[in-house]
C-alpha cells in the first residue's frame, strides 16, 4: 500500500512551517512521528494534499521542567524518550506510567506524545493521561502562540480544536501542589493493540503522601466516543485522604461515566467493571508505599 | 536511482513531485530520487533491492520490515523514503561482516530461533538495538524489546533465547 500523490515540504523553522501551512488551507496536514497519519494515508482513510514534515525543525524534541515545577513536552519529544525520562520517574508518576504502554517499543521510537494529542483518537492513552493531570495544549499560528485546555483541545472523535494554520507546539503539565500520586492502566489484548480499557488516575495529596487530597483528575480511554473527563468520580476524592469509601465511590462514579460498547474486545459490562477495578487498584497503590501503577507484562495479562 | 511502479491507469506522468535525497544504508552513502509517497520499506526493498527487510502486514503491527535510522528500530512501512534525507540506515544485510555471522544470526542458528523466518530481519533488528542499549538483559528485557514484533511460528522461546545467546557472546567478545 501506498499512500496517493502528495507534495511535501520539511520546512526548518517553525515560521517557516506555519506560512506553508496557511498557503496550504485545509488540505494540509502536519507530520511529527506520523504512527497514526502515514498508517490512515496508506489506507487513504486520508488524503492530504500538502504534508508540513516538522521533523527537521529544531528545539522541538525536547520535555522538561520548569523552575515552577510544570513540565513540557515538545512537539518532537518522542513516546520512547519519555518511557526513559529519570524526570518522569521522578516528578510526574502517572506520565511515567503511561509511557511505557503506548501502542509498542517500535512505535514508541517515532510517535510523538503532541501528536497522539492532536490524532483524538478516542482509544489514544495520552488524551486521557493529560486531560488527568489538567493539561493544555500550546498552539502557535500566524497570529502568536494560544493555550487550550486538553479537556476542550479534543472536541470529538480525530477532533480537535486546532485552525489549519497552525501547528501544537507543546503540551504543558501543570506544577502540582502536592505530592502527586496516580497511574495510568490499560487491558489490551496484545501490545500494540488498541486500549480494550485505559484508565488514567492523578491525584495530588497536602503534607505527602496519605495526606488530604488537594487535587484529583479521572481520564478513560477506550469507554465511549472520546477520551471521557470524570470530572464527578475524581471529585469524590476531594477533601478527604484517600480511604476505602472514597476510592469505591470515585470507581463507581468512573464506571458510571464510561459509555463503552460490545464488540469483539470484550462486553460493555466487562469494560464497565474494568474501569472500576483499575480506578480502585491505581488508588491502592497511590495510597501505599508502593511504585506507582504502571503495566508490567502481568498487569496487562490481568 | 529509478523506482517502478504497476501502472493502475489513475496516474500521468505529468507534475510528479520527485526530491533528492541523501542518506546512508549499511554504512555506503546513496542519492536516491524519490516521489515523497514512496515508503522507507519500498525505498530498501525495490529501490536498493535490499530484499532482507521484509513486509508482513503494512499495517504498522507486525515488525517485519524494522529497519535502524539513526540506531533506534522503526518501522519502515510507516516511515516516507523521504524522511530518510540525511540519517543513517541499517538493515539485516549490514550485520554479517565479509565471513562470519553476527553473533545475533549465530545465535538465530544455534537456538533454532526461527522456522519461517519471515520475521527474522525485523526481530534481529530490534534485538540489535536492544543489545547496543542493554548488553546484558534479563529474559524479561528481551520479551519486552521484541514485543513490536510478531512471530507466527514459533511461540517465541527460541528467539528469546536466541537473543540471550547474542548477547552472551557479544558480552565475551567485548564487542
Known amino acids: 500500500m501506498y499512500p496517493s500523490r502528495f507534495s511535501y515540504e520539511a520546512p526548518r523553522s517553525l515560521s517557516e512551517a506555519i506560512s506553508l501551512l496557511h498557503d496550504g488551507g485545509e488540505d494540509a496536514k502536519v507530520l511529527a512521528g506520523g504512527q497514526s497519519l502515514v498508517p490512515l494515508m496508506k489506507l487513504r482513510f486520508a488524503s492530504p494534499e500538502l504534508l508540513v514534515d516538522i521533523n527537521n525543525i529544531p528545539g522541538l524534541d525536547y520535555h522538561r521542567a520548569d523552575a515552577d515545577g510544570s513540565i513540557r513536552v515538545g512537539a518532537l519529544c518522542r513516546h520512547a524518550d519519555l518511557e526513559r525520562s529519570a524526570l518522569l520517574k521522578d516528578k510526574q508518576p502517572v506520565m511515567a506510567a503511561a509511557a511505557p504502554l503506548i501502542a509498542d517499543p517500535i512505535v514508541r521510537n517515532r510517535g510523538t506524545l503532541v501528536g497522539s494529542l492532536c490524532h483524538a483518537d478516542p482509544q489514544g492513552d ?13 498552539a502557535q499560528g500566524p497570529a502568536g502562540k ?11 472523535p480525530f477532533q480537535n480544536t486546532l485552525a489549519y494554520d497552525e501547528i501544537a507546539i507543546e503540551a504543558v503539565i501543570p506544577a502540582p501542589n502536592g505530592t502527586p500520586a496516580g497511574g495510568y492502566l490499560k487491558l489490551e489484548r496484545r501490545v500494540g493493540d488498541f486500549a480494550t480499557v485505559g484508565v488514567a488516575v492523578a491525584i495530588e495529596t497536602s503534607g505527602g503522601r496519605g495526606g488530604v487530597v488537594s487535587r484529583a483528575g479521572i481520564a478513560l480511554t477506550g469507554v465511549g466516543g472520546s477520551t471521557i473527563n470524570a470530572a464527578e468520580a475524581a471529585d469524590a476524592l476531594l477533601g478527604a485522604p484517600l480511604s476505602a469509601e472514597t476510592m469505591e465511590r470515585a470507581a463507581d462514579l468512573a464506571a458510571q461515566a464510561s459509555n463503552p460498547r460490545t464488540d469483539h ?14 480506578v480502585v487498584r491505581i488508588l491502592n497503590r497511590a495510597d501505599g508505599a508502593g511504585p506507582a501503577a504502571n503495566g508490567t507484562a502481568a498487569e496487562r495479562a490481568a | 536511482m529509478t523506482i517502478v511502479y504497476e501502472d493502475r491507469g489513475d496516474e500521468t506522468t505529468a507534475d510528479v513531485p520527485v526530491r533528492r535525497i541523501k542518506f546512508t544504508i549499511n554504512g555506503q552513502k546513496m542519492i536516491a530520487e524519490v516521489e515523497p509517497r514512496l515508503l522507507l520499506s519500498h525505498l530498501i526493498r525495490r529501490g536498493l533491492q535490499l530484499t532482507g527487510t521484509h513486509m508482513g502486514c503494512d499495517t504498522t503491527n507486525c515488525g517485519a520490515c524494522t529497519v535502524l535510522v539513526d540506531g533506534r528500530p522503526v518501522k519502515s512501512c510507516t ?3 523521504v524522511q530518510a534525507d540525511g540519517h543513517e540506515i541499517s538493515t539485516v544485510e549490514g550485520l554479517a561482516g565479509p565471513s562470519e555471522l553476527h553473533p545475533l544470526q549465530e545465535g538465530f542458528k544455534q537456538e533454532h530461533g526461527l522456522q519461517c523466518g519471515f520475521c527474522t530481519p525485523g526481530m534481529m533488528m530490534a534485538a540489535k538495538a536492544l543489545l547496543a542499549e542493554n548488553p546484558d538483559p534479563t529474559e524479561d528485557e528481551v520479551r519486552w524489546a521484541l514485543s513490536g514484533n510478531l512471530c507466527r511460528c514459533t511461540g517465541y522461546q527460541n528467539i528469546v533465547k536466541s537473543v540471550l545467546w547474542a548477547a552472551e557472546k557479544l558480552r565475551g567478545s567485548g564487542a
Do not use: N
Not at chain 1, 127 to 133: F, G, I, K, Q, R
Not at chain 1, 148 to 155: H, N
Not at chain 1, 267 to 273: G, Q, T, V
Open chain 1, 126 to 138: 495520552w488524551a486521557s493521561v493529560v486531560t488527568a493531570l489538567g493539561g493544555h495544549v500550546v
Open chain 1, 146 to 156: 494560544r493555550t487550550i485546555p486538553v479537556a476542550s483541545f479534543v472536541t470529538g
Open chain 1, 265 to 278: 474486545r470484550g462486553s460493555a459490562e466487562y469494560k464497565r467493571h474494568m474501569v472500576r477495578t483499575f
Open chain 2, 79 to 81: 516511515m516516507l523514503a
